[in-house]
């Protein structure tokens, strides 16, 4: 089942992508809907929209704010995020981005890779501030809408508004209490699987694979922004699509994130300077030949009395520990040196741990600690840069000369 759920989510997607167009198309004159279904419909595309990719939909959602506004009076009253001072700068920086990826599908690999460390970085930060203040706004603004049918008016023309003395009492807070949770709620298991595009990213060696990924997920954006400008209900449909596949994979996305988070974090401290790896109990990153451990888990592998390897990680990083045995004599195992990350492996059998960036420049000792009869060997752009060090100089020229 496991091996079959990438294929279920990418035929599920390949359907949310060719089914919403046609019948947003179809649905020419929609049946009249009440302002409050409209509006939660709108909230939910607009929390995923958001979600996907949180700076170009924050910045999007407050241009399209600021320039639907009536007037000015009325366009001084919108959140900061619908300001020119926030979107314009940040659609620049959105811009700047994709001229980034343009230029990364021709550059060698790894010119690029500060950068979508930075990006990666931006994406965090930003996922921040709209889960904080974006997402939490515009389910207070829907929660207006459905207790009083305008936004930012309190209750007036129903139920105990009616009474004497309860005709300013604006209980739309206590609809927050239930809309408020749900919208971080939908925008985290989103953001978290968006985000994982931005983890693969620094994963991947070549500039054209990074454009790729980031176009699909900007088609997906645009995608769900078409649909729900043609019809709120479609719209909505795509996002209940989305949130789904989301679910889905989130524990991949978690462990992704997880990743990503301390990749920028060593990277950007620069603190394999000041690191130095343990005698023993190091904590590290599974990887995909690990049996019955799901790759990129964060754990700790320790070398026991008794010679053998094992890994121990907590699921989710808060449930109760688990363990797995490393079943590979150690006499097999090296360490694999890389540019920017290195990893634990054997040949024919591939990848068993990543080392955090942390590690870089210690895998001598990482390979003593455990008594990997491997050794330290190049590996990923530090191998190929070998190869070609040795076919246009290096060890070719000098055994010519001899």
């Known amino acids: 089942m496991k091996r079959r759920t990438p294929w279920f989510v990418a035929m599920l997607l390949m359907l949310v992508t060719a089914v919403p167009l046609p019948a947003a198309a179809a649905a020419a004159k929609p049946a009249p809907a009440k302002p ?176 790729a990924l980031k176009g699909m997920r900007s088609a997906l954006l645009g995608l769900l922004t078409l649909t729900a400008t043609i019809n709120p209900w479609v719209g909505a449909a795509l996002s209940v699509v989305v949130i789904i596949v989301a679910y889905l994979v989130a524990g991949w996305a978690f462990r992704l994130t997880v990743f990503g988070s301390v990749f920028c974090w060593d990277f950007f401290t620069v603190r394999r300077a000041r690191f130095a790896p343990a005698e023993n109990d190091n904590r590290l990153f599974s990887g995909a030949n690990l049996d019955g451990v799901p790759v990129r888990t964060y754990g700790r592998l320790v070398l026991r009395s008794g010679g053998a390897l094992e890994f121990f990680y907590r699921p989710w990083l808060v449930l109760p520990e688990r363990s797995a045995e490393v079943k590979i004599d150690r006499g097999r195992i090296s360490v694999g040196r890389g540019l920017f990350f290195s990893t634990v492996g054997a040949e024919n059998t591939g990848t068993l741990f990543i080392l955090p960036p942390r590690y870089r420049g210690h895998e001598d000792v990482m390979a003593r600690a455990y008594l990997l009869g491997g050794g330290v060997r190049d590996a990923g752009l530090r191998r190929a840069w070998g190869v070609l060090k040795e076919l246009f100089g290096g060890a070719a020229s000098r055994t010519q000369v001899v």
């Open 36 to 211: 409050a279904g409209v509006a939660l419909a709108s909230a939910v595309s607009t929390v995923t929209g958001i979600a996907i990719s949180p700076l170009l939909g924050t910045a999007a959602y407050g241009a399209y704010l600021q320039f639907s506004a009536k007037d000015d009076a009325a366009r001084a009253k919108l959140p900061w995020y619908a300001q020119w001072t926030f979107f314009l700068p940040a659609l620049l920086v959105v811009g700047a981005c994709a001229c980034k990826d343009s230029l990364g599908a021709v550059l060698p690999p790894g010119f690029k890779k500060p950068l979508d460390v930075l990006e990666t970085v931006e994406n965090k930060a930003s996922g921040l501030v709209a889960a904080g203040a974006v997402v939490p706004l515009t389910m207070d603004t829907l929660s207006k809408l459905i207790v009083d049918g305008k936004p930012g008016v309190a209750l007036s023309a129903h139920g105990l508004a009616m009474i004497p003395g309860f005709g300013a009492i604006d209980l739309s807070w206590l609809l927050n209490l239930a809309t408020v949770p749900f919208g971080i709620a939908m925008f985290a298991i989103v953001w978290m699987a968006s985000h994982a595009i931005n983890v693969l990213i620094l994963l991947s060696p070549w500039g054209a694979v990074d454009a």
